[in-house]
């Protein structure tokens, strides 16, 4: 909070003088005087939709009077100098006010504002004790909060120092080596990439602004909620955010990143946020600041590269699980404090396992076709030759077409699944080379029954494409 002090002497004046004088000042610069004490008075400067009212404070002890002037609106410097420019301002209208005789009724103000200021501090005190009543700020620390960035950073460090890249990302194995978010990993057995894909970040400015949102969240919610339920709310909020990105990206992803989580305790705030357990007097100001974060997170998300379907699947489930919360802290139920942590973590262990076991993913079944490609391709690539014609025959139609067409079957087949663009194209370039080995092995089934060298016009020209097609898939 920028501030700049002055003090000046006044002598032959007395501090009740030197107030009423600082009241009359206040109102000749149309400034509002808004406290006062025994020996203070506290005004504000206008404020408009340009600028924030800033904050004076006149003290005056005997001869003695120093002004302060201040930014109480979150700034970090005085850029402007408008703190000088509120003392200068202050004291030349002070003179003139002090050259004419005070008014009476600015006597008969200042006991007003004085008794209005001992009214309005019992009740800020009053509001400020409920208000940490519920959100138990003068209690709180921040463990686990601290302790999950600490894992973050940690994990990314370690993560450079295996090979990923910090900045501009252009190569994810790393993060799959270490855990994101893979669809056909997660699918056929690495059900704990749910978990560790939160834990796991595409670059600094990913971690960067994740924890900053994660920090502000923590300042309000770990002392809430306390650090049982704050846990459960990230992880399960964030293995959700992991499923529903799952579910959403038919063609497949790689997620990484907390923001899933985040936007899970945000969900668990909003939710809190639209009950009575929040004082009202903090209820709208907090309301507006998360629900900006929110919308303009979302709608950032639109733009490609983010996963906005992680981002609302956190919300939704946070905000579900805030209001389970909210029925145990305000006491609408009476269930033992673990129960509702107990509840949500077996709702979405279960629901996790069902989703895992039942769903059928395009993704899922792309990636098995296409392994399989390559194991029919070996099994005909690799078919053992023979000197006889009658067995040479019967290899090729039973072994070698055999495998290019149950090739070009499962590559139809990927054509009626949600595929990625690399994919899309990966398949495209596959089916010309299985239809140019399919059209191959025919040309050699037919050359096995006439006479030699019928069909080596023919044969050379197929071999020409299919060495043509294996050196652009190559490229």
Known sequence: MPSQKQEFSFPGQTTDQLLLFAYGTFLELGWTPKYAGPNAIVGYTP????????????????????????????????????????????M??????????????????????????????????????????????????????????????????????????????????????????????????????????????????????????????GVYLEPMLGKTKYIAAYLCTGIIAGIVSLWWHKEGVNGAGASGAIFGLYGVFLALLFTNLIPKQVRSALLQSIGIFVVFNIVYGMR????????????????????????????????????????????????????????????????????????????????????????RKDKLVNIVLSAWKKNLANLNEMETLSMSSFRKAEQLELKKYTQLRIEQTELLIKAADAPEGTYDRELEEVEKKINDSVKNKQQ
């Open 304 to 391: 490609s590269g983010i996963d906005n379907a992680a981002h609302i699947g956190g919300l939704l489930s946070g905000m579900l699980i805030g209001f389970i919360f909210y029925l145990e802290l305000s006491g609408k139920i009476n269930i033992r404090k673990s129960m509702a942590v107990a509840l949500i973590t077996i709702v979405t262990v279960t629901g996790t396992w069902y989703f895992l076991t039942n769903y059928k993913s395009d993704a899922v079944r792309v990636e098995h076709l296409y392994i399989e490609f390559f194991v029919l391709q070996d099994s005909a690539l690799k078919a053992p030759q023979s000197n006889n014609s009658a067995e």
């Open 92 to 217: 030349e209208a002070f003179e003139k006010t002090r050259s004419s005789r005070p008014k009476p009724e600015w006597i008969e103000a200042i006991e007003q504002l004085r008794t209005q200021t001992v009214h309005t501090v019992t009740e800020e005190t009053k509001q400020a004790e409920e208000i940490d009543k519920v959100m138990k700020q003068s209690r709180s620390n921040l463990y686990v909060t601290y302790g999950i960035i600490a894992i973050n950073v940690v994990v990314f460090i370690l993560m450079a120092i295996d090979g990923a890249e910090i900045f501009r990302i252009t190569n994810v194995d790393v993060h799959t080596k270490w855990g994101s978010n893979v669809t056909a990993l997660t699918f056929t057995g690495d059900w704990w990439r749910l978990i560790t894909s939160t834990f796991i970040h595409f670059g600094i400015i990913h971690l960067a602004m994740n924890m900053y949102a994660l920090y502000t969240a």
């Open 47 to 90: 404020r408009s939709w340009r600028k924030y009212d800033d904050e004076i404070i006149v003290e005056a002890n005997g001869e003695m009077m120093s002004v302060t002037s201040s930014l109480v609106h979150n700034e970090s410097f005085d850029m402007m100098g408008k703190n000088k420019k509120h003392i200068k301002d202050f």
